[in-house]
């Protein structure tokens, strides 16, 4: 088989619209498991619907199309620590002044925190302007149980690892990225001793993204089979039932994605945004099916360097650190669900008390993990600062798995566009690499 022939993103785009397709029939066919005593569907420990026991849920929806959905996730998901460590420690020691670390580490969290400021500002005003929450009858909680949030503070202590080998096992990304820039920094002024250990990396980095091309060959079927999975479980009938929401979230996730990220690439950059969509269809396509940031690390990771032209020594650093701290997707769907909850609830917020909310939000990102859902925890704590009652986000839970989908594309598309403007201003942005002509192949 040659890789070099194979059209990814066509088969992803056949392989989603056939995913959805499959999904909305199957949903016909099937029924969700109730409380008897509510009347309400229950639900499992992600506050998800479960679905009644018959052959087409038990050995269709979760039993196929999870096997082959969850190899493809979990294939993705366990390249992702060694690519990040392996990646960030040759990025490090490629510095020809390791102090520029801390001027690139200061204009990509500026940058990150900016931009999430801006998304949430922009979903709170749009929110405010069509009133979502105006004219939905507040219908029965789903059960569902605000999770347990983190103060600030433990999220910066938590960078620093106190077992490295820990750290590995459990995916800690921001502990990750700490230790492999101080083992980067080592090699640096370990001289010749470094140099050789500087060599395997850079073999293993090369076998790592080897790896990559080989996971991506399952990307057709386990992209149909989440997008079946996720639709035959939600269907269309959540989404109708509150369409006001759903729809406003998705426009100003296509604002922001559309609009402000293009705005900074070009002023930035002077870069054409036409290509740099063109070039990063495919990590937005991972992003969209498998509604993780970290899973798509090393698809956006990919692109940043050999699509786009982003040097290592920036997109080892930029493209972890944001799939961390970069939530822009997420912001926005803590603004209009702020707004959304305070007009379900008839309570009027203030001035203070938005500016409470972009601010929270903002800082807040920083501790969101970038898996599935992760969001609704982080709302939680949102809610709370400004007086709302948390359990209203039962309310949306029902339609945020696809909302979910949409704001990880918008999340990787912020990482990939901060990436390039960082690596533009430390010179470290092929340009030559930018402009080259594209072939949708799987092997750029």
Do not use: W
């Not at 609830?345 to 903002?362: E, F, H, K, P, R």
């Not at 986000?393 to 704001?407: E, H, Q, T």
């Amino acid at each position: 088989m040659d890789l070099h022939k194979i059209k990814l993103t066509r088969y992803i785009l056949i392989a989603m619209i056939g995913g959805a397709l499959t999904g909305l029939v199957l949903s016909q066919f099937v029924d969700f498991a109730v409380n008897p005593e509510t009347g309400n569907a229950i639900l499992d420990s992600k506050n998800r619907p479960i679905l009644e026991h018959s052959f087409l849920s038990d050995y269709v929806i979760n039993g196929f199309f999870q096997f082959l959905s969850e190899a493809f996730i979990r294939s993705l998901t366990a390249l992702v620590v060694p690519l990040v460590f392996v990646s960030l420690v040759c990025g490090t020691a490629a510095m020809d002044d390791v102090r520029k670390l801390g001027t690139v580490g200061l204009k990509t969290i500026l940058l990150y925190l900016a931009t999430t400021g801006i998304a949430i500002s922009i979903a709170i005003i749009a929110a405010l302007l069509i009133k979502p929450g105006l004219g939905v009858e507040e219908v029965e909680m789903q059960g569902y149980v605000p999770g347990e949030t983190k103060s600030l503070l433990n999220v910066f202590i938590n960078i620093f690892p106190r077992n490295v080998g820990e750290s590995l096992v459990d995916g800690n990304m921001l502990q990750i990225i700490a230790a492999s820039l101080v083992f980067g920094i080592a090699l640096v002024v370990s001289g010749e001793n470094g140099q050789r250990v500087l060599n395997f990396f850079k073999d293993m980095n090369e076998v790592i993204m080897k790896l990559v091309i080989i996971v991506m060959l399952m990307a057709p079927f386990g992209v149909f089979a989440k997008i079946a999975q996720v639709f035959a479980k939600e269907g269309f009938g959540t989404i109708f039932a509150l369409a006001k929401y759903f729809v406003l979230v998705a426009i100003v996730l296509l604002i922001h994605a559309f609009v402000v990220y293009p705005t900074m690439l070009k002023i930035f950059t002077g870069l054409n945004p036409l290509v740099f969509f063109k070039k990063l269809r495919n990590a937005q396509l991972f992003a969209f099916s498998t509604a993780s940031s970290n899973a798509t690390i090393p698809v956006t990771l990919r692109a940043a360097e050999q699509r786009l032209g982003a040097h290592n020594k920036i997109a080892s650093f930029t493209v972890p650190l944001g799939a961390t701290i970069n939530m822009d997707g997420t912001a926005i769907m803590q603004g209009v669900a702020t707004v959304f909850i305070a007009q379900i609830s008839g309570i009027d917020l203030s001035i203070t008390q938005y500016l409470t909310v972009i601010l929270a939000a903002t800082m807040a990102s920083i501790g969101t993990a970038g898996v599935p859902s992760a969001g609704l925890v982080m709302l939680t704590m949102v809610l709370g600062l400004v007086g709302l009652p948390p359990d209203k986000i039962g309310l949306i839970i029902g339609i945020d798995r696809l909302l979910d989908m949409i704001r990880t594309a918008v999340n990787i598309t912020g990482d990939t566009t901060i990436t390039c403007i960082v690596a533009n201003s430390e010179g470290q942005l092929d340009k030559k690499v930018f402009n080259r002509p594209f072939e949708d192949e799987i092997v750029s």
